[in-house]
């Protein structure tokens, strides 16, 4: 089995900044793509930012600027450092794990949420 979990969501006023973490853990191998989500109510989940095992980023051009992805492969770990949230940040956050080399393996968290007020 395969676990990721998550930590670092809460609530935070508008301006301020959130640290999220995503370990993975149990049978994965060949970890390729980490990667955070994020799912407003009445909205689709969407790509917030993803790191390739090589270092390569994408961002969303709405967190561009404001919200750093980063990994450390030793742990298995993916972080996504958030700065001057804004209101419509507001959504459950989910870690995103591309695993099992030619196997193409998917898992996810469990969600994390962040609220920001205005």
């Known amino acids: 089995q395969v676990q990721l979990v998550e930590s670092g969501g809460g609530l935070v006023q508008a301006g301020g900044s959130l640290r999220l973490s995503c370990a993975a853990s149990?049978?994965?191998?060949?970890?390729?793509?980490m990667g955070w989500y994020r799912q407003a109510p009445g909205r689709q989940r969407e790509l917030v930012a993803d790191?390739?095992?090589?270092?390569?980023?994408k961002y969303s051009d709405s967190v561009k600027g404001r919200f750093t992805i980063s990994r450390d492969n030793v742990k298995n770990t993916v972080y996504l450092q958030m700065n001057s949230l804004k209101p419509e940040d507001t959504a459950v956050y989910y870690c995103?794990?591309?695993?099992?080399?030619?196997?193409?393996?998917?898992?996810w968290g469990q969600g994390t949420q962040v609220t920001v007020s205005s």
């Open positions: 149990g049978s994965i191998f060949s970890i390729n793509v």
């Open positions: 995103n794990v591309q695993w099992g080399g030619s196997f193409r393996l998917s898992s």
């Open positions: 790191i390739t095992s090589g270092g390569t980023t």
